[in-house]
């Protein structure tokens, strides 16, 4: 991936029978050539990787996957089910036919990607020797004429615009539209961090770029400093986002005039889960004498002697609930684990997972009726700081309360 583009914004799988055309279609759409420029990005299964900006959604992975054989209905299985991970990966797919030919392969192809819920553009290649007899809803080119670019590029943006999720079309902001321009945000870390590395993972990153994006200037302090930067400050900040294990001392210190939040909701709001993830929070109070709760860590193994999901958030579930639970611990993706036979799922690193493993995540729990939160939202519920942090975002705040009372009532 080239140093100048900016963060890939979506991940497009190529794929097509032996013979379609697929890499000349690539190099007319990224100009660039593939297999040199793909040499050094082999995935397995002979997957190869090619970057480049593509309007209107920016910067994209192509992943192109090897030719299927005509005719092979096993053949193409296998090799469906062979690329399968990587097609997961996939936020579109583009199916490269010889002309307007959807024979078996074809076929095949498409009702796999349609099982997976892959949004697909269609493109019909060699149009200079194939006659395309009905191109509607497909991408008509002839990848050998470079004159033909500017057409092809502009009828990909309009399959793209029609298939793609509106997030990935939409540059999604992570509090920009909270702050006034040239309004003034602190970023407050936990006293635990020591590098800049740990203070600048993934939702800190796109907040620091979605302020500057926007004449928004950043103060990023240490808890243990917070205090201090608020005196130092001639005005009030316009808000103050914390890190989850932050969240206590922010809404402690914070003037209530002062609007605050986490980084947690804010990635939430941003990928659309808001509602579902504050829902889960609230579960809490739902939970029964026997209940199971499932807790997923994506992070690591090693755990210390007041580990955080293993020893702390149990112990304060039993505490605050006062109920007797089965609570289960997991390391990693948690695939495999029948989510339908717990009463509640927390999650640790969701936000740090690709937006399509986000949604499957999401969507798993919600079609089982299971709800699910993650740390840092489960923390601040049974601390009592949910609410304060909830106050940027009147409408989740208004239903959150109402939800509340309803739970403690029944409880």
Request: charged share 25%.
């Amino acid at each position: 991936m080239s140093d100048s583009l900016p963060e890939v914004k979506i991940k497009i799988s190529v794929l097509g029978r032996q013979g379609a055309g697929k890499t000349s279609f690539l190099e007319l759409v990224t100009e660039k050539n593939v297999m040199q420029d793909a040499k050094n990005s082999t995935l397995s299964a002979g997957v190869l990787e090619i970057t480049s900006d593509l309007q209107p959604v920016g910067s994209v992975l192509w992943m192109k996957i090897p030719g299927f054989k005509i005719n092979d209905n096993k053949t193409v299985q296998n090799q469906l089910l062979n690329v399968s991970k990587v097609l997961d990966e996939a936020d579109v797919a583009a199916l490269v036919c010889e002309g307007d030919n959807i024979a078996s392969t074809e076929r095949e192809i498409l009702s796999f990607l349609q099982k997976k819920r892959i949004p697909t553009i269609v493109i019909f290649n060699k149009a200079d020797t194939h006659h395309i007899s009905n191109a509607a809803g497909a991408v008509s080119v002839n990848s050998l004429d470079k004159n033909s670019r500017a057409r092809l590029l502009t009828d990909l943006q309009r399959e793209l615009i029609r298939v793609c999720p509106e997030d990935l079309l939409i540059p999604p902001v992570m509090f920009s539209d909270l702050v006034p321009t040239f309004g003034t945000v602190v970023m407050l870390f936990p006293d635990t961090y020591t590098s800049v590395r740990e203070l600048t993972i993934m939702p800190q990153r796109k907040a620091i770029r979605d302020s500057l994006d926007h004449q928004q200037m950043i103060l990023a302090v240490r808890a243990q400093e917070y205090t201090k930067a608020l005196a130092v400050l001639k005005n009030n900040p316009d808000l103050v986002v914390c890190d989850s294990q932050a969240v206590r001392q922010m809404v402690a210190y914070t003037p209530s005039t002062v609007k605050c939040t986490s980084f947690t909701l804010l990635t939430a709001r941003m990928k659309g889960s808001l509602q579902q993830i504050v829902g889960g929070a609230l579960a809490l109070w739902k939970l029964k004498d026997g209940d199971k709760v499932l807790i997923i860590d994506s992070f690591t193994q090693q755990t210390l002697p007041d580990d955080m999901g293993t020893v702390k958030i149990p112990r304060l579930i039993s505490e605050r609930t006062g109920k007797d639970l089965i609570i289960d611990h997991v390391f990693g993706s948690g695939d495999g684990i029948n989510v339908k036979n717990y009463n509640l799922v927390i999650h640790r690193g969701l936000h740090m997972h690709s937006y399509k493993e986000f949604l499957l995540e999401m969507s798993r729990c919600a079609l089982a009726g299971v709800p699910i939160t993650n740390y840092s939202l489960c923390l601040s519920e049974l601390d009592g700081t949910l609410e304060r942090t909830l106050e940027v975002f009147p409408k989740t705040l208004e239903r959150y309360e109402r939800k509340r009372e309803e739970f403690l009532q029944v409880k």
